[in-house]
């Protein structure tokens, strides 16, 4: 079972998570964080940045992203480049080398991404996911139907994704059918997963992936196959788990040597 932390707010959960990065970062310099995208992580990034305004040196950590979307013109602002470039390698002063988004331009994706794997393999994998659960239940872009053993590669994206993104956009024909996305079982090599989730919106994908049978129809459910998992969610996103009593009993008596 992953362990479920029920907060108050996104910006509760925000501050708990890049708490916990930030140390893990003054203990190892080089710490290798995979970043997402979407609404879900800023929380996390605003409080990453309060942290680097405190003191913690980011500027060695490495940076994977989950995906990227395909034929989005080099430089467009909502190109999962721009995204991280905005929000985690400048404001915390990363090495811009030190941060790989997968490469969707249309000239060689046929091999994008077993370009992207041999990248995360010579550098030695991630040591924590930052992950986000879309209504569909999918995780980076693996939408229902995806492979648990799958790796990163081309995928399309469903009509509810793709509406669900439009907001990001001028309008839903400008969202990109097609992406490159780590795949099931590379997100799994990571050594910590911590999926957030906030809102009555992703309360039913949230307790189907935490709870529910462990199935192909539902990506997020691939996170109970992983040794180390931690949810962080607001309260309106754990309104649909079964054992949300629980959750609280044990994250209020959890020794604090643990951490998360």
Not at 118 to 147: C, K, Y
Not at 181 to 194: D, K, P, S
Request: aromatic content about 6%; hydrophobic content about 40%.
């Amino acid at each position: 079972m992953a362990e479920v932390i029920v907060l108050d707010s996104p910006e509760d959960a925000g501050r708990f998570v890049a708490a916990h990065i930030a140390a893990q970062v003054r203990r190892e310099p080089t710490f290798t964080l995979g970043v997402a995208t979407g609404s879900t992580p800023l929380p996390v990034y605003e409080a990453l940045r309060a942290e680097s305004a405190a003191g913690t040196d980011f500027s060695r950590m490495t940076a994977f992203a989950l995906d990227e979307y395909v034929g989005l013109p080099a430089g467009h602002v909502e190109s999962y480049r721009s995204v991280v470039d905005r929000e985690v390698t400048e404001p915390l002063g990363l090495d811009a080398a030190r941060v790989h988004v997968p490469d969707g331009s249309l000239d060689g994706i046929e091999t994008a991404g077993e370009r992207y794997e041999a990248a995360l393999d010579a550098h030695g994998g991630v040591d924590l996911q930052l992950l986000g659960i879309g209504r569909t239940g999918h995780l980076g872009f693996n939408e229902p139907g995806s492979s648990f053993g799958s790796l990163t590669r081309v995928k399309t994206l469903t009509e509810r994704t793709r509406i669900d993104n439009a907001r990001f956009f001028d309008s839903l024909d400008d969202v990109p059918i097609h992406c490159v996305t780590q795949g099931l079982g590379t997100i799994l090599r990571a050594r910590h997963l911590v999926l957030l989730a906030f809102g009555a919106g992703k309360a039913e994908a949230l307790a189907a992936a935490v709870e529910g049978p462990v199935s192909a129809s539902m990506p997020g459910s691939a996170i109970q196959l992983h040794q180390r998992v931690t949810v962080v969610i607001d309260r309106e996103a754990a309104a649909s788990l079964e054992y949300r009593d629980y959750y609280r009993w044990a994250q209020d008596h959890k020794p604090q040597w643990q951490g998360i």
